[in-house]
Structure formats: structure tokens, C-alpha cells
């Protein structure tokens, strides 16, 4: 009797046919591929955010975390001169929820929507779509200028937020052996996809963790991060400005992170990377040291997202929002709030650290 066979997705197939041709892939090319494939990736073909997606960012879940950034923003602003021209901007916008957020909660800083220039970095056209609509409401598609990278952001003083953008970035993995590191691949065995070793390339950042690391553990280096954190640190280091960035990671990588998030039966849940590739999210960690080293601007400290929304005055901000409430949407805010600062909800997992010019003092809400 022969077992039915194997569910597989579309680009599995493709990826396994790869495999067999070139060989085992480096994992930042099969989360590029599981991701971005133009015919079977996951943000091409699925709806991600949101109740109805896969995973809930911080703007889904309340107004009030994009409130607070936008008024970190706009504080920045001031402090910088009020520059007459400047970008806003933001890398991944998802939907557009929170820069709609944004931008409603600044319509009350005179002269910041005269001088902003709206500028948004996605490369997918259905999210694009999906932003237009969103912000229509608030700020005129005609006026927004879309790019496929961040490199191709204007020279002007740079007002830039990133919520859970670098963790979606492509990784490599690299496992600690007796003679320094092998990289972990993706090959494949008995027509299924599979983790393997192969001898590491020559690579400085891994010979700078022969000292915290011992046998067996796991480094992931995100190639793509500090090339795209030094493009908008150059513009902020030429022209001004500040860059929020919010992700869930720590201040050095240690372990395996990588990590997917589907749906199964309507309900969001966890899955392992190799299983169903182009149907599940994949994300990582993301290693802010390596992030900002190196960087032509200066970088706050690194603060965790409760700490920062609360110093911000998230609180106050959910009080008064409370007080117009009642009943179930009542209890729906007050769970919001704790899911966005409380340390066993997002509040500890996600880390906040800001981009600023040298000369400059950090942002509301984070130090030096």
C-alpha cells in the first residue's frame, strides 16, 4: 500500500527542481525566493496583515502606536528647524495603516504636511494599491511617490519610520563546528526540503564571533540590513532628520530565529520554515548591533517598545481615548494598550533604536 501523495505547494516544486540542478541554496535565497518569488511568494499571492492575515502588526492592533510616532516625528521636526522641504517616509508600509496614523495625528503640527514630501518604499503593486486606498482619506495618492528601494529616497532631510521591516530581510545561517563555521543550506532528500552544512566562505563578521560562541550555536547575518540602514543614515548624516525603527530582535544574534506564520483552518499559527514554502511568512531576528555599526550618523540606545510608547505618554494618550468608550470596545482598548507596552506582550520582545545627525540630540523617548 503506497501513501497519497505529499501536499506541495506550487513553489516547492520549483524550489526542490532548483535544488536538484544547482544544488543546496543559502537560506537568505530561499526566504528571497519563499517571500518575493513574482509568481508564487508570499507577499505576492497572500494578504498578510491585519485580523484576516497572517500576523497583526503594532499600527493594526491600535492608532494609538502610530499617534505616538508621528508626535516623536513631528517633535523631531521642530527641534531640527522645521525644515521647509523634507521627506516622510517609510520602508514596508504594509497596508499604509500607520503612516495614515501618522498622518492624521500631525495634521495639528502647523506647517508639517505644507513641508512633507510623502515617500513610501514598497515593491509590491497589490500593497500599493492597498496604501493609496488607506490614506486616500488623509492624504492624496497623487501626492505620494513610491519606490522599490531605499536608495532611491530623495536627498532632503529624512523623517523615516520601519515597523517590522528589517525582520522580513533574507538571512544566512551559520552553525559554530570544531574549526570555526559551516553555513546552513537548503537542500533536499526524498523529494522534500531539508537543512544541511556546507563549509563557510571567508567572512570577517563571523571571524568577530569565534570569542561568544561555542559549538553548536547558531549566528544569522542579515546582508541586505546594514547596506539599507546606511543609505538612510547618509541622508540623515547630509541632510537632517531621524529614523524610528521597531522590530523584534536583540542587540547581538545568537540562535536560530528564522521563523514562519501561516494560517491553519482561519487560525494564525506558527509553522516550521521549510514547510509549504511561498504560503507562510518567513522572518528572523533582527541584530540591531549590526544594524547601526559602522553607521555616518549617530544612534540612540537600544530600548524596548513598552519603555519607549510609555515615555512617549502612550498611557495618558489611552486614557483619554477610555473615556469616550464603554463596554466591549472598552475592553478591546484596554487590551490593546497592554499588548503594545506590557513586558509579556510586544513591550520587551520589540526594540525600538532611532537614526539622528551627530550633532543632534536623540528623539523623545530614547537616549544616547
Not at 137 to 154: F, Y
Not at 201 to 226: M, N, S
Not at 295 to 303: G, V
Not at 340 to 345: V, W, Y
Request: net charge negative; aromatic share 6%; glycine share 8%.
Amino acid at each position: 500500500m503506497t501513501n497519497p501523495p505529499r501536499d506541495m505547494t506550487p513553489l516547492e516544486r520549483i524550489l526542490l527542481d532548483r535544488v536538484a540542478t544547482h544544488g543546496p541554496m543559502t537560506v537568505a535565497d530561499y526566504m528571497a525566493e519563499c517571500l518575493l518569488h513574482p509568481t508564487h511568494g508570499y507577499y505576492t499571492t497572500r494578504e498578510p496583515f491585519g485580523a484576516a492575515g497572517d500576523f497583526i502588526t503594532a499600527p493594526e492592533i491600535s492608532q494609538m502606536f502610530g499617534e505616538m510616532l508621528g508626535l516623536c516625528l513631528a517633535s523631531v521636526w521642530l527641534d531640527q528647524g522645521a525644515p521647509a522641504a523634507f521627506a516622510l517616509a517609510e520602508l514596508g508600509p504594509g497596508r499604509g495603516t500607520l503612516m495614515a496614523d501618522i498622518l492624521r495625528v500631525t495634521a495639528k503640527v502647523p506647517g508639517f504636511h505644507a513641508a512633507a514630501q510623502l515617500h513610501l518604499v514598497e515593491a509590491s503593486p497589490r500593497l500599493k494599491a492597498a496604501q493609496a486606498d488607506t490614506l486616500a482619506p488623509v492624504w492624496s495618492p497623487d501626492r505620494i511617490t513610491w519606490h522599490d528601494s531605499a536608495d532611491a529616497l530623495p536627498q532632503l532631510p529624512l523623517f523615516l519610520v520601519a515597523n517590522e521591516f528589517f525582520d522580513a530581510l533574507p538571512i544566512r545561517q551559520f552553525q559554530r563546528v570544531e574549526t570555526g563555521f559551516a553555513e546552513i543550506v537548503v537542500g533536499s532528500a526524498a523529494d522534500q526540503l531539508t537543512f544541511g552544512l556546507v563549509p563557510a566562505p571567508a567572512t570577517p563578521a563571523l571571524d568577530a564571533r569565534l570569542d561568544d560562541t561555542r559549538r553548536g550555536d547558531v549566528v544569522e547575518l542579515c546582508p541586505t540590513a546594514p547596506l539599507i540602514a546606511g543609505q538612510i543614515g547618509q541622508r540623515i548624516a547630509d541632510h537632517g532628520g531621524v529614523a524610528l525603527i521597531v522590530d523584534y530582535g536583540d542587540w547581538r544574534s545568537l540562535g536560530d530565529t528564522l521563523q514562519a506564520m501561516g494560517q491553519a483552518m482561519g487560525q494564525q499559527s506558527h509553522a516550521a520554515p521549510l514547510d509549504r514554502p511561498g504560503a507562510v511568512d518567513l522572518t528572523a531576528h533582527v541584530d540591531f548591533e549590526a544594524l547601526v555599526a559602522n553607521l555616518p550618523c549617530a544612534h540612540s540606545r537600544l530600548t524596548t517598545q513598552g519603555v519607549f510608547l510609555e515615555r512617549l505618554g502612550i498611557t495618558a494618550r489611552a486614557q483619554a481615548l477610555a473615556a469616550q468608550l464603554g463596554g466591549s470596545a472598552l475592553d478591546a482598548h484596554i487590551a490593546a494598550h497592554r499588548r503594545l507596552t506590557h513586558p509579556q506582550e510586544m513591550g520587551t520582545l520589540f526594540k525600538v533604536v532611532a537614526l539622528f545627525p551627530l550633532t543632534a540630540a536623540p528623539p523623545p523617548g530614547l537616549d544616547a
